[in-house]
């Protein structure tokens, strides 16, 4: 392997949309704070809940794709207008054709799907000018950032469930690798919608309490919505997506195989990828949901992965919740602060940490000086992504 | 980037169990359901039609490469997912108390088919399950092409997709369609070589009339000529781009090889 790719790429630009704000300056603060941002479930929710809601109003698109308005593309269009100039810039530089898009999304805007459907319900008839893939399935995102960013690269998306908009960073980076393209602009949006409260309800391991995630006191997960991205290239400044990890637990649809070998697998893999040596890690910014099964699986495989080298390990989803099709570009963009500025967050809602897990689940921020960093995300199907950040050069 | 060479296809639709039928164009009514023989038991009884036809297109494609079940990545595409099971679930949402089946929820994620041919095939490699738009097929093909640059001897390539159901179907798409390919980084006997995937000013796909709108019927060319060895550059996306411009991939025959 070349030493470019050994290096892997950088990571010039990101930015993030959730419940802890509407701009990424916003959702760091939130972070930094310390204060989980959760809300009460939306209307229509048939139980009580909390959520990680985007609270603020959220511009609607231009006119001119009007067609495919809907909150899952105004939220990634909020985010995408936090980069600023990175993306004319990436345009100039390479070439709008050199540039790719490879998003996440798992429920894209079902919330409109459903309301679409109750719509016909009612009345016998569709809103008008609802279309499924225009507006709701994953194609309805695409063509909305194709439209935003101007970039006419490859574009595609990932839904491999919550680990979808992890495993755009390994797609981006084989891209790159392969000299497909020269940048490529990853991420993830997904909106709360009631198939997936009710979905993760019936599947008993939603709680209707902020979730504690790494807490002896756990007791299932809170769903958040939101988008992230990132901007990966060939060259330049910034942290750098040094190496990525992907595997299968090939074990159950919903539940994590208990051994933890899927997501050890995903994590070695990710260093090896890099040629990254475990005791380099210094932070893990864990999948981390809070159901029982996950937290006690993830410590298990963090132990296995990483030896002797007793990283952080942070969940965050105490703070927005899991925002399943975003939460790997959304816990991305969090590492990347935490590299850029030598700190991490406290795990939201950990405390008291459960004493069996054998990891140092951070109760409080921390300022510390991180060389690398690993991101997971594990999903429904047993698919499992482990991303390796390192600090900029 | 490296060319790669054609070990196995598949193909499911109703009527035609695999692509030596759908070349043949002679449509078996026995030929309802696909078996998906991979699948067993519980899992089988759960698997929606849609999930039992891409295992099905899987399990051929595989089977003439004699591809290893339990290490090949694979690549999974499909712009509705499990719409079936999504429907479903909107359904209950309006009976009694609105409750859901825990398991229609966790098998209504767009990777639902390759989840379950992981467990199938106890499987740990990682598995990617694309969406998108017209450019579907070439992503898929795209993305198999970067996994065998990284170094996979093969990888599996899945498209399916099935009709839109009520109330959201539009006119024109009739039939569930799966289709499979293996490909490898290796030549060996009669293998076809795929190589400079890239858009250019070839003519589109024409929507077929079983398959209407379904994207991933945009790959039936690709397999069609592939199976009856006509080469040349083929068009991977259907017609309705405004830039005169259309994926494609240049397919050549083993025997073009020096």
């Not at chain 1, 959520?51 to 009007?66: F, K, Q, R, S």
Request: with cysteine; proline share 6%.
């Amino acid at each position: 392997m070349s030493r470019a790719a050994r290096r892997g790429y950088a990571v010039t630009a990101w930015s993030a949309v959730n419940g802890l704000g509407c701009t990424t300056l916003e959702v760091v603060a939130g972070l930094r704070s310390g204060i989980p941002a959760l809300t009460p479930a939306p209307p229509g929710t048939p139980f009580e809940c909390v959520c990680g809601a985007v609270t603020d109003e959220l511009p609607a698109l231009p006119l001119a794709i009007a067609q495919l308005d809907s909150r899952n593309n105004r939220m990634a269009q909020q985010a995408l207008a936090q980069l600023g100039d990175a993306l004319a810039s990436a345009r100039e530089r390479w070439g709008a054709e050199r540039v790719g898009i490879c998003v996440g999304t798992s429920t894209a805007a079902m919330d409109d799907t459903e309301a679409a459907f109750a719509a016909h319900r009612a009345t016998g008839a569709l809103p008008a000018g609802f279309e499924v893939l225009r507006h709701a399935a994953p194609e309805g995102l695409l063509r909305a950032l194709a439209v935003l960013t101007g970039f006419a690269g490859p574009a595609v998306a990932v839904s491999n469930a919550c680990a979808s908009s992890g495993k755009v960073f390994a797609s981006a980076k084989r891209w790159l690798d392969a000299g497909a393209v020269d940048a490529v602009l990853v991420g993830g949006a997904d909106s709360l919608c009631q198939t997936t409260l009710r979905g993760f309800r019936a599947l008993a391991v939603l709680s209707d309490q902020p979730s504690r995630p790494f807490s002896r006191e756990r007791r299932g997960i809170n769903l958040g919505e939101g988008a992230a991205f990132a901007l990966l290239e060939r060259s330049g400044q910034g942290p750098r997506l040094l190496g990525v990890g992907e595997s299968s637990d090939a074990h159950h649809m919903s539940t994590p195989d208990p051994e933890g070998q899927g997501a050890r697998l995903a994590m070695q893999a990710a260093l090896d990828d890099a040629g990254a040596s475990p005791a380099d890690v210094g932070y893990v910014n864990a999948h981390g949901t809070g159901t029982r099964l996950n937290d006690a699986m993830e410590a298990a495989a963090i132990r296995a992965a990483l030896g002797d080298a007793d990283p952080i390990v942070v969940s965050t989803k105490g703070y927005v919740g899991h925002t399943l099709g975003a939460a790997g570009a959304t816990e991305a963009v969090f590492v990347l602060e935490s590299l850029l500025g030598g700190w991490t967050p406290a795990s939201a809602g950990a405390d008291p940490v459960d004493p069996e897990l054998g990891i140092d689940v951070a109760t409080e921020a921390r300022q510390c000086e991180l060389r690398l960093a690993l991101s997971n995300s594990f999903a429904f199907g047993g698919s499992n992504v482990s991303l390796l950040f390192g600090a900029p050069e | 980037m490296k060319a790669a060479y054609v070990a196995g296809l598949g193909l499911w639709t109703p009527g035609y169990a695999n692509v030596a039928a759908w070349i043949r164009g002679e449509a078996d009514s026995e030929q309802a359901a696909p078996s998906a023989a991979l699948l067993a038991g519980p899992m089988r009884r759960r698997a929606s039609g849609i999930t039992r036809a891409a295992i099905e297109a899987l399990e051929q494609a595989t089977a003439q490469a004699r591809a290893d079940l339990a290490r090949i990545p694979s690549i999974w595409a499909t712009a509705h997912g499990e719409h079936e099971n999504a429907v479903a679930i909107l359904d209950m949402m309006h009976r009694g108390e609105g409750k859901l089946s825990p398991t229609r929820f966790h098998n209504s994620v767009y990777n639902t088919a390759s989840g379950y041919a992981s467990i199938a095939t106890a499987n740990r490699t990682g598995s990617t399950s694309l969406a998108g738009g017209r450019d579907l097929v070439a992503m898929a093909l795209l993305e198999a092409l970067c996994l065998l640059e990284q170094g996979a001897n093969q990888v599996a390539v899945v498209l399916f997709d099935e009709p839109l159901l009520p109330p959201f179907d539009p006119r024109g798409a009739l039939a569930p369609l799966a289709l499979a390919l293996c490909l490898s980084s290796q030549p060996a006997g009669d293998r076809a070589r795929l190589s400079k995937l890239r858009r250019d000013s070839v003519a589109p796909v024409k929507r077929h009339e079983r398959f209407g709108d379904l994207y991933v019927s945009a790959a039936l060319p690709l397999l069609e000529r592939i199976a009856a060895g006509r080469p040349g550059s083929v068009p991977l996306e259907l017609a309705g781009q405004d830039s005169g411009l259309a994926w494609c991939v240049d397919l050549e025959l083993a025997d073009a090889e020096g």
